[in-house]
């Protein structure tokens, strides 16, 4: 842990700093695109056959990307970083996907993603454990608008209490966990490994320990109905919001605090709501506009938080 905090000892200049964040956002908004292709996918493939095939495509998307930036030989690395990367695969990827989807089962959507987004919070003290990274007022300030943002977003939608929300709720809490445990997982490899080797590496472990999960768990509720438009639609999810999303976000988080780009990734629900009602035409409600914009202030604070009291990142 020594040797994590002292890496982040280098100064990182405002402009890299813009930069990340730009990032972070960006690959936010990509990653906002994902419930707007499982929307249009619709029934024709379950969430885990999805997951598997958007993963194992995103992971080959990736290679002729690294192929041009850093050559292909970037893909060899040591035994030790590999496990990491495994370990990556499974407790991120794997468990995440496995939690969340079954909150949603027992919830409702909704319910999953309010839960799911209380990861800021996690992030933050996760940061402060692993990476050595400052807890402050401003932190703390912008996380809670957040949060209470993406609760606002999503109150209209959810549903009466079933006999399952709260071991459903209790599981969509443990993905956003698993969710906050991204950030720190990509802060420690970005110490040793290439950004594009590392998204690459994130998704392809996930793909190889999603397929005997879902397997073992949820065989029977797998299903898939391929035809050319659900073809595109999936090719679509994989390039923009898994490989092209997880990449920016990743060249964002080498550039700022694992804290602050868990506050910028908020605006993923933004993006889907926006989209969503854009494309669909599903109602944009008042209390939608107001938690988005209390997304947005808690965003702005992290943005306008003073030098002094910002941890120093790798460059």
């Known amino acids: 842990m020594k040797n994590v905090k002292e890496n982040c000892g280098n100064i990182v200049p405002g402009n890299s700093r813009r930069m990340g964040i730009v990032l972070v956002l960006t690959g936010a908004v990509c990653w906002g695109f994902i419930g707007i292709f499982v929307q249009a996918i619709g029934p024709a493939v379950d969430p885990f056959t999805l997951s598997i095939i958007r993963l194992g495509t995103a992971s080959v998307l990736m290679m002729p990307v690294i192929a041009l930036q850093s050559g292909i030989k970037a893909l060899l690395i040591s035994r030790r970083t590999l496990a990491f990367f495994a370990l990556f695969g499974l407790g991120y990827w794997t468990i995440y996907q496995m939690l969340y989807f079954s909150a949603i089962q027992m919830t409702s959507a909704s319910v999953a993603v309010i839960m799911l987004y209380t990861a800021p919070f996690f992030i933050i003290i996760l940061a402060r454990v692993f990476l050595g990274e400052q807890i402050t007022g401003r932190k703390l300030a912008a996380v809670t608008l957040g949060v209470a943002g993406v609760w606002l977003m999503f109150r209209s939608w959810v549903i009466n209490p079933s006999p399952g929300m709260m071991a459903g709720g209790l599981m969509a809490l443990g993905a956003g966990f698993c969710f906050a445990t991204y950030f720190i997982y990509v802060k420690k490899a ?86 969503s009602w854009f494309l669909f035409r599903n109602a944009l409600q008042g209390w939608q506009i107001i938690g988005g914009i209390l997304v947005l202030l808690g965003g702005y604070l992290v943005y306008r938080q003073p030098e002094g009291s910002r941890s120093r990142q790798p460059e």
């Not at 290439?194 to 065989?219: N, Q």
């Not at 035809?227 to 999936?234: G, P, V």
């Not at 080498?254 to 993923?268: D, M, N, P, T």
Request: without cysteine.
């Open 190 to 275: 970005l110490l040793k490994t290439d950004p594009f080797v590392t998204a690459f590496y994130a998704m392809f472990f996930g793909f190889i320990f999603l397929i005997p999960a879902s397997l073992l768990l949820f065989r029977d509720k797998m299903h898939i109905q391929l035809d050319l438009r659900t073809a595109l639609l999936i090719l679509g999810l994989a390039a923009v919001s898994t490989t092209l999303g997880g990449t920016l976000n990743i060249m964002g988080l080498k550039r700022i605090e694992a804290g602050e780009a868990g506050v910028f990734s908020l605006v993923e629900p933004i993006t889907t709501i926006i989209v």
